[in-house]
């Protein structure tokens, strides 16, 4: 059998082996095959596609040996070079709807051809020693429970909260620019600008988001969780077993979040500060919203929906918070998961450091 026949084969087994787990099944590859090997989750599931739809693995192209890019006339070329350089913010998804282009070719357009990539600007905190020996130990720990199948971060529910402001600007949103150099960038905000404050819990399978008009507190963040949050996951049967994460803001670590929390999760609870209290759980890490789905997934594609309308009120703009997130779905979610364990592996191999320039 063909090399290349014979790992689509194996791939195609160890995804439905592990219960349909895209990122199981990369593992399991690139331990038999090596990490070199070149899979991705998009691959992968296009193999799957293919597979389960033909029971072939064929590529009928015969004539046509390699991918063939017939949008990419230089005619076509030059009005999406000139699109970005206008509007350098736009994502694939919004500049291929503009400009009536596959996401994907608009991909292949821009960096193949227009040498142009997606630079990430991101407002971040210098890491200290202490916080990437932190970083380091539990990225490690987690990723190697992972990799000898001890935890299973599906049942980690991600928490956060973030600030939305009627004038577009939102607090910890990392922006990309399409550009073939690094931009300079300079945000402006109104020094008393008009916000809403979000609260937002992920898990595998839905999200759960709530407001706050005013300042929050330990006590208002206690009641959020026994009055809201909790009987959402009682009604959306998330599991018992799961465990919840959130950072270290103030607000989460008073006695009474934490009786609160243990009387829920018991020791199942990822939280800086916790395993003082409990003797058990575990400690996040410091400066690491680029392990939190809810900052490198949630709030900037919140973001990229929710100005679209500009929203004038509050009102507006939680009802444009709610309708964006109606957007998400399940394959989105299993991408975010699956992206959580790389980024721990990535963590790990950069020692702690900041690593979204090499990951991305």
């Not at 439905?16 to 038999?32: D, G, L, Q």
């Not at 389960?52 to 070079?81: C, H, M, W």
């Not at 916790?274 to 919140?302: R, V």
Request: with cysteine; hydrophobic share 35%.
């Amino acid at each position: 059998m063909d090399e290349l026949i014979q790992i689509k084969v194996d791939l195609i087994e160890f995804y439905f082996v592990n219960s349909k787990n895209v990122s199981a099944a990369i593992r399991k590859i690139h331990t038999k095959y090596g990490k070199d090997l070149p899979v991705s989750d998009i691959t992968l599931r296009r193999y799957v596609e293919k597979f389960t739809t033909t029971a072939s693995f064929d590529d009928k192209r015969y004539d046509q040996p390699g991918p063939s890019y017939t949008v990419t006339t230089p005619e076509n070329l030059e009005i999406v070079e000139k699109h970005f350089q206008e509007n350098p913010k736009d994502s694939l998804r919004r500049a291929g709807q503009k400009l009536g282009i596959p996401r994907e070719t608009l991909r292949v357009m821009l960096r193949r051809f227009l040498k142009m990539f997606p630079y990430k600007i991101s407002v971040g905190q210098k890491l200290t020693p202490a916080a990437m020996e932190k970083r380091t130990a539990f990225s490690s720990q987690v990723y190697q429970m992972i990799e000898t199948s001890q935890f299973n971060h599906e049942d980690i529910i991600f928490s956060d909260e973030a600030h939305f402001h009627l004038d577009g600007y939102v607090n910890k949103q990392n922006f990309r620019f399409w550009g073939s150099e690094r931009p300079e960038y300079f945000q402006s905000k109104s020094a008393h600008p008009i916000r809403l404050t979000a609260w937002a819990a992920i898990t595998r399978h839905k999200i759960f988001i709530t407001f706050f008009r005013n300042t929050v507190t330990g006590d208002s963040y206690n009641t959020l969780l026994k009055r809201s949050f909790f009987p959402w996951c009682g009604k959306n049967q998330v599991s018992t077993s799961s465990w919840f994460m959130q950072d270290g803001a103030t607000p989460h670590r008073t006695k009474e979040v934490f009786e609160t929390l243990h009387n829920k999760f018991g020791t199942h609870v990822i939280g800086l500060g916790y395993p003082k209290f409990c003797n058990g759980g575990m400690e996040w890490p410091p400066y690491s919203p680029d392990l939190n789905p809810c900052d490198f997934f949630l709030w900037g594609f919140l973001k990229d929906g929710v100005y679209k309308d500009s929203p004038k009120t509050i009102t507006d703009l939680e009802k444009a918070i709610k309708n964006r997130l109606s957007e998400v779905t399940e394959t989105m979610l299993e991408n975010v998961y699956d992206s959580f364990a790389r980024r721990l592996e990535a963590c790990a191999n950069t020692n702690g450091d900041h690593f979204e320039h090499i990951y991305a």
